[in-house]
């Protein structure tokens, strides 16, 4: 950049004081940083808010907003703590590259996204989970829409991300004492959210206003800066609201399936109204999951109005420009509306498009002539998107066979379906010691390489001793955690003194640790390791060879079989042998996860397969050199190549009876434990570093963490999708 042409500083100046980065005081500063989620991958500024007050810190769900508005009438005495722990040169250095990301262009992005630059991809989802601080996310889908955000921030991929802002989150989850779910919402303070109110021309706040046939439905907008993209999230809490309509967007995934399809509309319809209205003109749409999949017809919507298209033409048009991608093969996990439903909220739209109320039903339809079917919004993703795709390589083989009906004239294996696996955002998953690690070993420009092979190699130079060593610090913290935590809970449900005297002890450091993690929905099978409760009893009660394991994860409020499975577990507590060995951390969230990627020794998963679209929480294990344990499924079924981990059953199920399936599985899960696992984890060499076990860590890190990074998810999206739909390169990867 030129410092003599004043435009463009001025230009300049105007972007920092859009983006508050024109503070001059370390309060500002921070105050600044706080305002941009980026500070949420970032450890050196991280450490800077917990110093302040690590207490406060964790109590206030790591929220620096929060943070510093305890300060705000107070400033001497933040002040006091930064020069009692003479912290003003990291908060300056930490500022100075905030600014530096948000003013620098990325290499990778001056040369590789093209037209993009001139029209940004839109990307929608129904959740986004970028931390623990901003509760507008439920599991996997909205972290991998947070990860991707983050890695298109990073490399420079000029994207703009459109949901829904949920003041009521998804809930909090509480056990009783017989280990029966509780759900309690928070009310999120907006206060305390780095998010601003976008305006409209005037400076008035910005109405979005969506047309049902019973009347208007309005929405606010508000703008979270995620490193160098922007998130706009809708929510409908506003005066001009009829008193029903104001509670439409309170929680995410909560209420009847007539709530679905109204926040569908908001997020789908409102969302293109709201990216209009500040400007946005995208050149790409990227549907994550059906979710979002009225937005094309919005699009289309404003093709036929304001540029003359005929209906075809329009769909011809959003189709080309339009990326869906969809995440389950669980025929439940895809939204369907009635088409009593359907009219009372899309007939103003079928106006709008001039086609029958029928010709829009047929959009969602796989047999659009079929008056008895549904409106699916997977269908009408799928319809409206030149490309798509599902999320490994064994979930495109099973969407291809599930919606080949789509494509009457093809057969199964050419159905235009594509994959791109999930990866994970390695800034936000990696513990801070690996991080030294990684940058004493390798190459100084390892983390922009780090999708090759090549950098990853090197982790084969690491000392056993020290890669060991650096996990057992990890498993330390996390055992703390866990304590914490577990008292916690027992102190909550007025438990004995016994009973919180041994939560604060709970774990041995020494012993095999394994950790399972995820929604408690019923083709995940969180109960397949107590199969054999007598068998469980025995390896966990070895007194050579201990094993013991940590659970989390919620059920949906309305999963009743979910729920039970949660009690099963939690019950275990009472068992006089397994009670010690198993134990329970409430309220799974983006934090919880962080710890037990980091620090368990082994990360078990064991879906009925292939109902596993990808998963993710196994690619952070990846990095944090912790072994999967899984069913080969989903990502890990690309993945493990006999030395990188272990495996649950061969990669077969029964066609038709579940039960055959869960009783291998269940039987190949004890075999592995008992016969490769264990065994391994505990022969040691003369310093106590079980060699083998190690080296396997290595094998895991070499051979995985370059393949499942987002960044690695992120490249093959501009390259398989945005680009051709953004129109500048000719092939068309869809039609393989
Ligand atoms: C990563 C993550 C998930 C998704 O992991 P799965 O392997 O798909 O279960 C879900 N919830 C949270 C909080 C996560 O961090």
Known sequence: MSQTDPNISKQLKDKLDSLGLNAETLYDKCKAMANNLWWSWHPEIINVFRDL?????????????????????????????????TMEGRINYAFRKLKQYMTDRPIWAKTNIGVLGARPVAYFSLEFGIHESVPIYSGGLGVLAGDHVKSASGMGVPLIAVGLFYDEGYFKQHLDSNGNQQEEYINTKIEDLPMQQVLDKDGKPLRIRIETRDGAIFARVWKIQVGRVELYLLDTDVEENEQCNRKLTSRLYGGTNEDRIR????????????????????????????????????VMRDYIHE??????????????????????????????????????????????????????????????????????????????????????????????RMWKDLWPDRDENSAPIGHITNGVHLPSWLAGPLWNLYNRTFVPDWYDQMYLYEVWSDIYKVEPGELWETHQLLKNQLIEFVRRRVTRQCVRRNESEFSVKAAQNVLDPNALLIGFARRFATYKRATLFMDDLDWMRRICSNPEKPVQFVFAGKAHPADEPGKALIKKIAELRKDPVLGKNIVFVEDYDINVARHLVQGVDVWMNNPRRPLEASGTSGQKAVLNGVLNFSVLDGWWAEAYNGVNGFAIGNGRAHRTDD??????????????????????????????????????????????????????????????????????????????
């Open 53 to 85: 007050d690590p207490d406060l810190w964790r109590k206030l769900d790591h929220n620096p907003i929060a943070l510093l508005r305890t300060y705000e009438n107070d400033q001497e005495k933040f002040y006091d703590r930064v020069f009692e722990l």
């Open 263 to 298: 926040q569908e509309l908001i997020v789908g319809v409102g969302g293109v109204r709201a990216l209009r209205a500040v400007g946005i003109n995208p050149g790409v749409f990227h549907l994550n999951e059906g979710h979002c999949a009225f937005a094309t017809l919005e």
């Open 307 to 400: 540029d003359g298209m005929s209906f075809d033409e329009a769909q011809h048009t959003v189709n080309r420009q339009t990326c869906f991608t969809t995440h389950t093969p669980v025929p439940a996990g895809h939204d369907r509306f009635n088409q009593q439903l359907m009219e009372k909220y899309l007939t103003p739209m079928s106006q709008a498009l001039g086609v029958s109320f029928d010709q829009l039903m047929a959009l969602g339809r796989v047999h659009p002539e079929d008056h008895n079917e549904t409106f699916c919004m997977t269908v009408l993703g799928m319809k409206m998107a030149r490309y798509v795709n599902g999320v490994s390589n064994l979930h495109g083989v099973v969407s291809r």
């Open 659 to 736: 039960s055959i399936t869960d009783a291998r599985d269940a039987a190949s899960l004890r075999d592995t434990l008992e016969n490769e696992i264990i065994p391994l984890f505990y022969d040691r060499d003369v310093d106590g570093v079980p060699l083998a076990w190690v080296e396997r860590m290595k094998n895991s890190i070499a051979s995985l963490a370059w393949r499942f990074s987002a960044h690695r998810m992120v490249v093959d999206y501009v390259t398989k999708c945005y680009l051709p739909a953004a129109g500048n390169v000719t092939c068309d990867m869809n039609r393989r």
